[in-house]
């Protein structure tokens, strides 16, 4: 099963992300962007003020692509619990505000539709909502996507995704005390196994 934390920078995704690994030691703990030479491309795209939206698009969906194969379908074809902070959802949230302006005809819709050939979709995933004055302030507002402004298109694609497949999404109040919003988090996981 492959359960996926979403939601704004500093909405707490990793927090929870380490006190799962902590309750659930036997399953695969994962992350985008992932830890490869993939990943460094995008976190050098990710602090270029000027870097090319477009181009900031594919080095993601390059990155995602190597997790899959490297690391997401195996997991799976094992059996194991595959838990990833991040994941396509981010993509369709932030380059679909960041195309906003672009050429690009409804960015979301063209995001999903180059992921759809080859992504495996999460069984579940988990959004922890908090407002983005909140978000910003939790994360620093270091880089480009960590401003109030900017992530208040991305909570409004995150809301489009979860109008568009209700029953993947647990949407998780994430402006509560990390205690609570990790309890919250584990009552689902619970659930979920329990269903398995
Ligand atoms: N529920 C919470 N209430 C208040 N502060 C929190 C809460 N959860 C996390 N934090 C704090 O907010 C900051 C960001 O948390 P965290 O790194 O877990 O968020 P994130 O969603 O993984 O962010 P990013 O996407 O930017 O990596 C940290 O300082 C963390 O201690
Ligand atoms: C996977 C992914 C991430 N982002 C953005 C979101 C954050 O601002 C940074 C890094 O993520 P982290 O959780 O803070 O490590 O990248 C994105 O724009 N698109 C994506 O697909």
């Known amino acids: 099963m492959l359960v996926t934390l979403e939601g704004l920078d500093g909405s707490g995704k990793t927090t929870v992300w380490e006190a799962l690994s902590d ?8 992350h985008e962007p992932t830890d490869s030479w993939y990943g460094d491309a995008v976190n050098r795209a990710i ?4 870097a090319d939206p477009l181009a900031t698009l594919f080095l993601f969906t390059a990155d995602h692509a190597d997790h899959l194969s490297r690391v997401v379908r195996p997991a799976l074809a094992e059996g194991n619990l595959v838990v990833s902070d991040r994941y396509a959802d981010s993509r369709y949230a932030y380059q679909a505000a960041s195309l906003a302006d672009a050429e690009i005809q409804r960015p ?4 999903r539709g180059i992921h759809a050939a ?8 988990i959004y922890l909502d908090v407002d983005p004055e909140t978000a ?10 960590e401003q109030a402004g900017y992530l208040a298109e991305v909570r409004a694609n995150y809301e489009r995704l979860i109008d568009a497949d209700p029953n993947r999404f647990v949407r998780v109040d994430a402006t509560q005390s990390p205690e609570a ?4 988090v584990e009552d689902v996981f619970d659930r979920l196994l329990a269903d398995d």
Do not use: M, Q, W
């Open 181 to 184: 919003v990790l309890d919250s």
């Open 136 to 145: 910003a302030a939790r994360s620093g507002a270091t880089n480009k996507f």
């Open 47 to 50: 602090d270029d003020d000027d």
């Open 108 to 111: 979301l819709e063209y995001i």
């Open 23 to 30: 309750r659930y030691p036997e399953a695969v703990f994962t």
């Open 118 to 125: 080859f992504t495996r979709p999460p069984d579940k995933t």
